[in-house]
């Protein structure tokens, strides 16, 4: 039986032959996209800088030196680039509390969604979607306006005699957190809503059935059976988070850069791309290692979702 | 035990506002295996969780030893639910599972250990302690979800239609053993089911609901045998219905005269009046014989054999219909063939007089 299978015909070789001719343009894109870019940035990584920007063929790694150290320009002596490590602290930092800031708003409110009768819910992710489908620069603008010092919070706040001088949120690492942590909370709902829509809730009643408490069961049953779509939302939020530009330059005015800003300050003024190209790969590994830690982290206990 | 008073539960407002139980009093005992059999949409299952604490009666009062019920949220009622769906938790073993209440109620974790060796080996689940619940068939998921809810030794265990996703000779092992489980640990079950075979078989008490309210709560054999309303005669096994004159009720005797104008005793339930009445007989209660000297005489219509009985379904000369159920056992033979003038026959007192 196997001799007969195990040697393919003339037609099935041909249809092997065409599945590939098929699939080339496909490949073809999916190589060229993926790898292209990165190829060049890699490759611009290790060359000189030009004068006036761009690159000069000449083998350098000066530009990965850069990107953790520096060299004091009097007696040569090699110490860590602070400004480049502040900048990557608080870019991973605030990624960070964005991400737990959209688990703790967004769990809520996909609980609630998910929750509704089902002719609702339609209605309530509009709610959130409809945000998530208005321009990035709109949304960011739209939260300065209710956190500036002549903003909606501080005129009401001072309106109702709980502050006198308005708080200066915006420009300051707070702001850039408030406006990410809004720009990006749909990407951890929907997922999260995801996950919650197919979870079976007799397995909730089955959990105060047999003397669980409210925080038992959203511990014990809800958080394990979610968790695929916590993990989702997480790395949505997160990735993002981390390799934000418009955000941080809106709301941080310039003075709280992050990893995407002082990306873009070295192809424009910096004139310094091969810098830019090896903290665009720096940017790259870390949300690589992250990732890779998380899915490890969370993939221990394996969830069969059922 | 459970004492339920008058308890009514409502749902929506105004025009669809809809009564899933009507005013319901009920005691259930101790050591008890009460059945709430109907059809779906009865009010069965809401009953079940309003004792589980799911449901918030709008009116009425559920207590259990004096102690009132409703005031307690689900999660302190000494009550464990086998669900219908199982609800089994997916992420956890088997033996993780039959763990949880008991670990919720903070149980010593040696106690736990033996505790749950013991709900395996009852319900012979010992050898999938670690498997997945997902990769068990639907009966083992029915024994866990069973040892589930018993390990924590409620005082009353409530199953919510635990045999319908389970194969004909599956369902009929597990009725035995469910059987077997109850008396085993003296642990009041109550149970939910709209299979009337299942109720008769397993139940202590039985109580037959409709539209939310309870029609009649009796033994298997008194629902059976004394069915008091046509709803529950009709629900419950076969039944003929005859449409009879009461002249005269004395007790549970009554004197009624048939379609036919033939006189017979008959039993009356409580609540039966004279006059205009419909008289109830089960098909295995009457016999077919030659019209002459029967009770009421017709044509053979059809005949169906069952294997362990044989259906006559005989055309009354009053148009109505009767079915007579004959056990086809050996030297029994009615030698009778479709088109025949038969009668039919059966005892006094046999039949039952209904309240409506």
């Known amino acids: 039986m196997a001799d007969v299978s195990e040697v393919p015909s003339a037609r099935e070789r041909a249809i092997v032959r065409n599945r590939w001719l098929l699939l080339t343009p496909a490949l073809a894109i999916l190589i060229f996209a993926a790898s292209g870019p990165l190829l060049i940035t890699l490759t611009y990584s290790f060359l000189t800088p030009g004068d006036y920007g761009g690159v000069e063929w000449k083998f350098s790694t000066d530009a990965w030196f850069n990107v953790i150290l520096q060299r004091d320009i009097f007696d040569d002596t090699l110490m860590f680039a602070d400004a480049h490590l502040s900048i990557l602290w608080r870019s991973v930092k605030l990624s960070l509390m964005t991400t737990i800031g959209a688990i703790i708003l967004g769990f809520p409110t996909a609980y609630f969604i998910a929750t509704r009768p089902k002719a609702h819910r339609d209605f309530w992710m509009l709610l959130i979607i409809i945000p998530f489908w208005t321009n990035l620069l709109i949304r960011t603008f739209a939260v300065m306006e209710l956190i500036r010092n002549e903003g909606t919070l501080n005129t009401l706040l001072m309106a109702v005699g709980i502050i006198d001088d308005p708080i200066q949120i915006l420009y300051t690492e707070t702001a850039i957190m408030i406006g990410m942590l809004y720009v990006y909370l749909p990407l951890m709902v929907l997922p999260l809503y995801a996950s919650m829509e197919r979870l079976d809730f007799s397995l909730v009643e089955a959990g105060y059935d047999l003397y669980a408490t409210r925080f038992a069961v959203l511990r014990r049953i809800i958080l394990p059976l979610v968790k695929p779509g916590l993990i989702a939302g997480s790395i949505l939020v997160f990735v993002p988070s981390l390799g934000a530009y418009v955000t941080p330059r809106v709301m941080g005015g310039g003075k709280q850069l992050m990893l995407g800003n002082l990306i873009e300050l070295q192809f424009g003024q910096g004139r310094n791309w091969p810098l830019g190209a090896a903290l665009s790969i720096t940017l790259l590994a870390i949300v690589m290692v992250a990732l890779i830690f998380y899915v490890r982290a969370a993939g221990k206990e394996e969830v069969p979702h059922g | ?356």
């Open chain 2, 1 to 356: 035990m459970i004492e339920i008073r008058n308890v009514s539960k409502a749902y929506g407002a105004g025009k669809s506002r809809f009564l899933a139980l009507d005013d319901v009093s009920v005691t259930i005992r101790e050591n008890e295996f009460f059945t709430l059999l109907g059809p779906s949409g009865c009010g069965k299952t809401t009953l079940l969780r309003t004792i589980a604490g799911f449901v918030d009666p709008t009116d009425g009062s559920v207590s259990m030893n004096g102690e009132d019920l409703l005031k307690l949220p689900p999660h302190s009622r000494p009550v464990n639910t086998v669900f219908q769906s199982y609800a089994l938790f997916p992420h956890l073993t088997v033996r993780q599972n039959i763990a949880f209440g008991l670990e919720m109620l903070g149980k010593p974790k040696a106690e736990i250990t033996r505790t749950v060796d013991d709900m395996m080996a009852l319900v012979q689940m010992t050898a999938m302690a670690d498997r997945q619940t997902g990769q068990i068939s639907g009966g083992q998921q029915q024994r866990v979800a069973l040892a589930r809810a018993l390990a924590p030794k409620p005082k009353v265990l409530l199953l919510d239609e635990p045999l319908s996703a389970l194969d004909f000779k599956l369902r009929k092992d597990m009725q035995i053993e469910l059987k077997r489980l109850q008396t085993e640990t003296g642990i009041t079950f109550v149970f939910v089911t709209h299979d009337q075979e299942e109720a008769l078989t397993m139940s202590d008490r039985v109580a037959v609901m409709k539209a939310g309210s309870i029609r009649q709560i009796g033994s298997p054999r008194d629902i059976y045998d004394r069915p008091a309303e046509r709803f529950v005669a009709d629900f419950i096994g076969d039944t003929n219905f005859i449409p009879v004159e009461v002249s005269q009720i004395a007790g549970t005797v009554a004197q009624i005269k048939l379609p036919s104008g033939k006189m017979i005793e008959a039993r009356a339930v409580e609540g039966a009046t004279g006059g205009a009445s419909t008289l109830a007989v089960r098909p295995e209660h009457a016999t077919l014989g030659i019209a002459q000297d029967a009770l009421m005489a017709g044509t053979l219509k059809n005949i169906v054999y069952f294997g362990t009985d044989t259906h006559y379904h005989v055309d009354l000369d009053g148009a109505d219909s009767f079915v007579v159920r004959a056990q086809n056992t050996p030297g029994n033979k009615l030698d009778f063939s479709v088109g025949d003038a038969v009668g039919i026959t059966f005892p006094p007192q046999v039949g039952q007089v209904l309240r409506d």
